[in-house]
């Protein structure tokens, strides 16, 4: 059964910074592509950043791109999400999946049904 940790969360100020990490278990986690989504209060889960299986391939949303970098590390079968200059329009539970191919685009299917239980980011003065 595939698991997604996330964890790194937290209360930060506007403009603040943030890393996120999400731990896979129970999959072959260096070859599968990966992503980054979040929830908002009242929202749908949206796509911010995704990441091909080696690494070296990351596309962002429009929202996040030149303040969010997303990387990985197949050894510790970690996911990460830096983010940088954080703003209130940033506040979502943060999650991870898996893919079953790269997202070069916006469109951005999960390939797990299953969830982690994501991480609370909350930017506020």
């Known amino acids: 059964q595939v698991q997604f940790v996330e964890s790194g969360g937290g209360l930060v100020q506007p403009g603040g910074s943030l890393r996120l990490s999400c731990a896979a278990s129970?999959?072959?986690?260096?070859?599968?592509?990966m992503a980054w989504y979040r929830q908002a209060p009242g929202k749908q889960r949206e796509f911010i950043a995704a990441i091909n299986s080696p690494g070296g391939w990351t596309n962002y949303a429009g929202s996040v791109k030149g303040r969010f970098v997303i990387s990985r590390d197949n050894s510790k079968r970690t996911l990460y999400l830096q983010m940088n200059t954080l703003n209130p329009e940033d506040t979502a539970v943060y999650y991870c999946?898996?893919?079953?191919?790269?997202?070069?685009?916006?469109?951005?299917?999960?390939?797990?049904?299953?969830w982690g239980q994501g991480t609370q980011v909350t930017v506020s003065s």
């Open positions: 999946n898996q893919n079953r191919n790269y997202c070069p685009g916006t469109v951005c299917p999960p390939l797990r049904d299953s």
């Open positions: 129970g999959t072959m986690f260096s070859t599968f592509p």
